[in-house]
């Protein structure tokens, strides 16, 4: 009976220690995805070099409507070409946060910059409808919360994430 026990635990501890070692082993990324991974870092890296976006101002703009007003995020964004090339069309998305729960998001498109040439885009959280616009905003009382903001430059075939920061209580 004892000798059953002891090829019982034996085969056990064995089993585990060979789910263990096969768990670990399969976290292992393969050589094609490290050079993909590889890629996907250089190309992000690349973007961050021939842009520069900068959040010039960030804030809640006061919106009035049938229901009072409401204060709704807006952050002022600031995008160069870095490079000595005109640059291909991209795109300026902003996503607002709060407790870690997105709240709203906007994106802008960017032409064609010549080298050198910035262009300032209002990132704010109002959806343009066919007859008007839906401001996402809160109450004058909420806008003390914190609230984050994140500045990503897409292209094509990348998304990458050029800012993260905290909203100031600016108002305007």
Known sequence: ?????????????????????????????????KKAQAEIRDAENRLRREYGVLAVLSGFQRRTGGNGDVYVPSVLVRVANLTDAPSSEIAIRAEF?????????????????????????????????????????LPLAETAEPMTFAVYLDTDRISVLMIAEPMKSAFF
């Open 1 to 33: 009976m004892a000798k059953r026990l002891l090829l019982f635990v034996l085969a056990a501890a064995i089993f585990l220690a060979g789910a263990a070692v096969f768990s670990l082993l399969s976290n292992i990324p393969t050589s094609r995805e």
């Open 97 to 137: 946060s709060r407790a870690g729960r997105g709240f709203c998001r906007d994106r802008n498109s960017v032409p064609e910059l010549k080298p050198g040439e910035s262009w300032d885009l209002w990132l704010t959280c109002i959806e343009p409808t066919g007859f008007g616009s839906v401001a996402w905003g």
